[in-house]
């Protein structure tokens, strides 16, 4: 069973600084299928990356995320207020066939 | 734009089932490109995947929920829906359903969520 380990659990930092998040899968995956997520309060979480790297339409480009193998991260470049969110990394593979990770959650500092 | 759109009881009673129905406007369930999933929130918790289905006859479920879980497609009405057997307390959650891109398997487009609540 391949587990998704995100950290750190909470990310306390302050608008226009850099965010740095952390998944770290149990086995090696396929970056072709690793994606992150955000997720506000009382919404569905939203797609920003996919292929480990490729912004989703609509994505501003202070996002970005790279990796490959057991460990992949999402970069935020510089925080804006509305980016202050819960973040999950997820991916596709071996049984079970889709797995989410805990979730980081960046807050203002 | 493919909207999605849960419904279903808010409020289950302990050892029944719940019933869940996604309902897809602007797209159709039928076709390749897309699987149709489900996925679901506990309060204050995590994403776990529950399972997906592709055409009529082919699903995938988490094996932590396989033995109580069947989601099933209806093309005629552009639905898809989960039954999730004998629950308990711990099946609390909000429920989402997803449209899954097969290319390179992540979710691009979710319903808002329903919260379904276990409780006698």
């Known amino acids: 069973e391949i587990v998704l380990t995100q950290s750190p659990g909470t990310l306390s930092l302050s608008p226009g600084e850099r965010a740095t998040l952390s998944c770290r899968a149990s086995q090696s995956i396929s970056s072709s299928y690793v994606a992150w997520y955000q997720q506000k309060p009382g919404q569905a979480p939203r797609l920003l990356i996919y292929?480990?790297?490729r912004r989703a339409t609509g994505i501003p480009d202070r996002f970005s995320g790279s990796g490959s193998g057991t460990d992949f991260t999402l970069t935020i470049s510089r925080l804006e207020p509305e980016d202050f969110a819960v973040y999950y990394c997820?991916?596709?593979?071996?049984?079970?066939?889709?797995?989410f990770g805990g979730g980081t959650k960046v807050e203002i500092k | 734009q493919v909207q999605l759109q849960e419904s279903g009881p808010g409020l289950v009673k302990p050892s029944e089932t719940l019933p869940l129905t996604c309902t897809v406007s602007g797209g159709s369930v039928s076709g390749v490109s897309y699987y149709w999933s489900w996925i679901r929130q506990p309060p204050g918790k995590g994403l776990e995947w529950i399972g997906y289905i592709y055409s009529s006859a082919n699903a995938n479920y988490n094996p932590s929920l396989k033995s109580r879980v069947t989601i099933s497609l209806d093309t005629s009405k552009n639905q898809f829906s989960l039954r999730l057997m004998s629950v308990t307390a711990a099946d609390t959650a909000v429920y989402y359903c997803?449209?899954?891109?097969?290319?390179?398997?992540?979710?691009?487009?979710w319903g808002q969520g329903t919260l379904v609540t276990v409780s006698s």
């Open positions: 292929v480990a790297s």
């Open positions: 997820q991916q596709y593979g071996s049984s079970p066939k889709l797995t």
């Open positions: 997803a449209r899954l891109f097969t290319s390179w398997m992540f979710f691009d487009s």
